[in-house]
């Protein structure tokens, strides 16, 4: 006789854990914390359902509730719930505490090798901090345990691609800045100003991605007018419509002269190509596309600031 009831109570809190769950995935964070509410009141201390009200806090803007919340689930069952664990490495993150995030994240790790979630939340924090290597090398450990998992897939695109464009644009002082910068920050990755310094090094040196998901990640941590104005700069730069001047700029910057000095070279092209009476139409195609592009950068600040208007940065 004493068997049924408890039958009935397990599989009742995960029958609340799943409705909380279902709601927090579809966006519904509201009903997801009336429905944690509910399931406390008969599970009070489940760490499961206690994790999925935090993450619904957390959706809400109610941090500081969120964060105590996370820290009593991954204190009820420190053995087995690497997921409060990992949460409370994302508040944290969005905090700004990247050390104690990253013992965190260490801790869940060792609980659970196997934990896709955990790899892709380290190398996100490795991510933020500038070592792009390591965060690879942990994207690629999550990727290999979830193939499928579109946010994994998405940050290593975005680390490869930046890199990659990166490598064909610094200068040698760009290089020397970047280093300087990214050093700077394994210093002292709390430290809010060596995160800006590095996100702004980003942005001269061709990884406009990096630098806007490096001041998204600075505001939401220490919100101010100055980190909110570098991102939405850094987001002007990386919507389509200005990203033509934006490389632009990045080549210009790495000529002696500058701008000036694609002026005079695509204007000697053209003198030559008239001195010599050169006929075929794709003999001009370089020299158009320059001055296309040249003319519509006097349009692309206004252009790109309508459609923030219209889609505002998130």
Not at 45 to 64: N, V, W, Y
Not at 174 to 197: H, I, T
Not at 232 to 243: G, H, I, S, Y
């Amino acid at each position: 006789m004493s068997d049924a009831p408890e039958t009935h109570n397990v599989d009742d809190a995960w029958t609340h854990i799943a409705r909380v769950r279902e709601m927090n995935v579809i966006g519904r964070h509201d009903l997801a914390l009336q429905y944690a509410e509910k399931g406390l009141a008969q599970h009070a201390g489940d760490p499961f359902l206690e994790l999925q009200m935090a993450i619904a806090l957390f959706s809400l803007g109610r941090k500081p509730e969120a964060e105590r919340i996370t820290r009593e689930a991954a204190g009820h069952d420190p053995d087995a719930n690497t997921g409060a664990l990992t949460f409370l490495a994302v508040i944290l993150m969005d905090r700004g505490c990247n050390r104690e995030a990253e013992q965190c994240l260490i801790d869940a790790l060792k609980q659970d090798p196997e934990d896709a979630h955990a790899w892709l939340q380290y190398g996100r924090l490795m991510s933020r901090v500038g070592r792009f290597a390591k965060a690879r090398e942990l994207l690629e450990r999550a990727r290999s345990l979830d193939p499928e998992d579109s946010d994994t897939l998405q940050l290593l695109a975005e680390i490869e691609r930046d890199e990659e464009r990166s490598l064909q644009s610094q200068s040698a002082g760009d290089r020397r800045a970047a280093a300087a910068s990214k050093k700077a920050l394994a210093q002292a990755p709390d430290d809010p100003g060596a995160l800006v310094e590095h996100a702004l090094s980003c942005l001269a040196s061709g990884r406009p991605f990096t630098a806007r998901r490096l001041l998204r990640e600075a505001l939401a941590a220490h919100p101010s007018e100055g980190l909110e104005s570098a991102w939405l700069e850094a987001d002007k730069v990386c919507r389509w419509t200005f990203q033509p001047v934006y490389w632009l700029n990045v080549l210009a910057r790495r000529l002696p002269g500058g701008t000036s000095t694609l002026w005079i070279v695509f204007a000697g092209y053209g003198i030559v190509l008239r001195t010599m009476k050169v006929q075929s139409p794709l003999a001009f195609v370089p020299l158009v596309a320059f001055v296309v592009l040249a003319l519509y950068s006097w349009v692309a600040d206004p252009v790109t600031r309508l459609w923030i208007r219209m889609v505002p940065s998130r």
